[in-house]
C-alpha cells in the first residue's frame, strides 16, 4: 500500500534518488507546506521477521515518526477471510463473539510517537489508559504518545541523531549506542514498565471486517476493575481504526453499539459520529482512528454494531463493526452492566 502522509509537514526519507522519488509520488496529493528529512530508508521485513527493540519506524498509514519498544504476538480475527461462515440475526448475541471465525498470529508493536507528530495525525494519541495496580487506590493512569502499530504499518528507517524522537519516556525507556543494530537500546526501566504493568498493556485479539470497502479494526484492552458501593466494576478500551480501501469518499455519520454483558443483559446505544466528530474517509486521506472506553458489571461480556456512512451523493450504507470480546483476568462474577463508549 502506498504511504499515506496526513500531516501538514509530510516527511521525507533522505534516500537514495530512486527510492526518494517513489515516495514523492506517493505522497504527491497530501503535501501542503514543506518537506522534513528524516532519514534513510530501510527496507522492510518479511512477516516471519520481527523488529527490535529500537527501531525508527514511519507509520504506513498516518505518517508519524515513531520508535518500537517492545513487540506483541496477536490473534487477528478476520472476517474478510471467513465470508462463507453464516451470517446470524443480530439480535443473536451468540454472533458477537466472533471466535467462529479463525484466528491467526501476526506481530504488533508497542511504539512511542513523536510529540511533533501528534497534532497533524487522524489518529487518537492522548494516551493509553489502564487501572494500574500500584496502590490501593486503583488510580486511573495515561500515557500519552503510545499505539500498537501492526507490522505491515511499518516503514523502518535509519538516523544518526542520537535524540530522533520527542517524547516525554524516550530517554527513560531507550539510551543511544552507535555500536547496535538498531542504534537505540532499551534501559532496565523498560523491561521493568513493561513486567509490571503486562496485563494493561497486552494487546492479544484484534478483528477486522470490510463493508463495501470500508474496514473496520477494533483492539480491546482490558484497564482493570475497581471497587464501587460494594460491587465491582469492570473497564475495558477499545481502539477503532477505519480505512477507505476504495475511491469513493464516505462521511461516518451515526454510530450503533450492541453490548451483551455475562449477565444476560443486550443494551443498545446509538449517536452521532465518534468522539464528538463526523470522520470523512478520501482517498487522499482514507483513514481515522480513535479510543473509547466501556465499563461492565460483570468480568466479561462482548460488543458489535455498525457505522452509518454517507456517500457523496448523499445515499448511505451500514458498516459492520466485527464482533469482539471483552474478558477480564478475574473470576469474580457480578451482575450488571454500564457502557460509557463512541
Same mark, same amino acid.
Request: glycine letters at 8%; charged letters at 20%; one cysteine or more.
Given at each position: 500500500m502506498a504511504l499515506n502522509v496526513f500531516r501538514k509537514i509530510a516527511l521525507r526519507a533522505y534516500i537514495t534518488p530512486?527510492?526518494?522519488?517513489?515516495? /514523492?509520488?506517493?505522497c504527491v496529493r497530501c503535501l501542503t507546506t514543506r518537506l522534513a528529512e528524516v532519514g534513510v530508508l530501510e527496507p522492510p521485513r518479511d512477516h516471519g521477521q520481527a523488529y527490535d527493540t529500537g527501531q525508527l519506524f514511519?507509520?504506513?498509514?498516518?505518517?508519524? @515518526?515513531?520508535i518500537v519498544l517492545f513487540p506483541?504476538?496477536?490473534?487477528?480475527?478476520? @472476517?474478510?477471510v471467513n465470508n462463507k461462515v453464516e451470517e446470524r440475526p443480530p439480535e443473536d448475541h451468540n454472533s458477537a463473539v466472533g471466535?467462529?471465525?479463525?484466528?491467526?498470529?501476526?506481530?504488533?508493536? /508497542?511504539?512511542?510517537i513523536d510529540a511533533r507528530d501528534c497534532p497533524h495525525i487522524r489518529a487518537q494519541t492522548e494516551a493509553v489508559t489502564f487501572l494500574g495496580n500500584q496502590d490501593n487506590s486503583r488510580a486511573l493512569y495515561a500515557i500519552p504518545g503510545l499505539d500498537y502499530v501492526a507490522h505491515e504499518d511499518v516503514l523502518p528507517y535509519y538516523t544518526p541523531d542520537s535524540v530522533p524522537i520527542q517524547h516525554e519516556l524516550f530517554d527513560k525507556f531507550l539510551m543511544h549506542d552507535p555500536q547496535k543494530?538498531?542504534?537505540f537500546v532499551a534501559r532496565e526501566t523498560l523491561g521493568a514498565w513493561q513486567e509490571k504493568n503486562h496485563p494493561w498493556l497486552q494487546l492479544s485479539d484484534v478483528h477486522r471486517e470490510t463493508t463495501e470497502n470500508i474496514r473496520v479494526t477494533v483492539t480491546p484492552f482490558y484497564?482493570?476493575? @475497581?471497587?464501587? /458501593?460494594q460491587t465491582h466494576v469492570y473497564w475495558w478500551r477499545y481502539c477503532v481504526r477505519l480505512e477507505n480501501r476504495g475511491v469513493e469518499t464516505v462521511q461516518l455519520r451515526e454510530r450503533h453499539w450492541r453490548i451483551f454483558s455475562l449477565s444476560g443483559t443486550l443494551e443498545t446505544v446509538r449517536g452521532r459520529g465518534v468522539v464528538g466528530q463526523e470522520?470523512?474517509?478520501?482517498?487522499? /486521506?482514507p483513514a481515522f482512528q480513535y479510543s473509547s472506553h466501556v465499563s461492565l458489571q460483570?468480568?466479561?461480556?462482548?460488543?458489535?454494531g455498525t457505522y452509518k456512512m454517507e456517500r457523496r451523493d448523499g445515499t448511505s450504507f451500514d458498516c459492520k463493526i466485527p464482533p469482539f470480546s471483552l474478558e477480564s483476568k478475574t473470576d469474580d462474577n457480578s451482575p450488571n452492566n454500564t457502557f460509557l463508549g463512541n
Open positions: 530512486l527510492t526518494a522519488l517513489t515516495l /514523492q509520488k506517493s514511519l507509520h504506513k498509514i498516518f505518517g508519524y @515518526r515513531g506483541w504476538l496477536a490473534h487477528v480475527y478476520d @472476517r474478510d471466535k467462529e471465525v479463525k484466528g491467526k498470529n501476526h506481530m504488533y508493536y /508497542q511504539v512511542l543494530t538498531p542504534s484497564m482493570g476493575c @475497581r471497587e464501587a /458501593q470522520p470523512v474517509l478520501s482517498p487522499e /486521506q460483570a468480568p466479561s461480556g462482548h460488543m458489535w
